[in-house]
């Protein structure tokens, strides 16, 4: 249950998790989000950051390993 004292810490640190979108790459999801598969089945996750596919190419999905960069995508859509 959320306390003050945790609503004061969250109002002075930001957001726990933070999701941002990179320029033609990854979503890189900081902070402690779980990370669930399309069966509802926990990711493994060995870092704070964990970047997350979305050219829909990386032979490590749902993690990004690099591929992206032989293939243009912009903001929220691809190109
Ligand atoms: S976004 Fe990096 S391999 Fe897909």
């Known amino acids: 249950m959320e306390t003050p004292r945790d609503r004061d810490r969250a109002e002075l640190l930001g957001p726990d998790v ?12 900081r902070g402690p989000a779980e990370l669930i598969d399309g069966a509802g089945v926990p990711l493994p ?3 704070n950051t964990v970047a997350l596919c979305r050219c829909g190419r990386s032979g490590i999905a749902p993690y990004c390993d690099g591929t992206h960069k032989k293939r243009r995508i912009t903001g929220a859509a691809e190109t």
Not at 18 to 29: A, E, R, S
């Open 18 to 29: 933070t999701i941002t979108v990179c320029p033609d790459g990854p979503l890189l999801v």
């Open 45 to 47: 996750r060995h870092r």
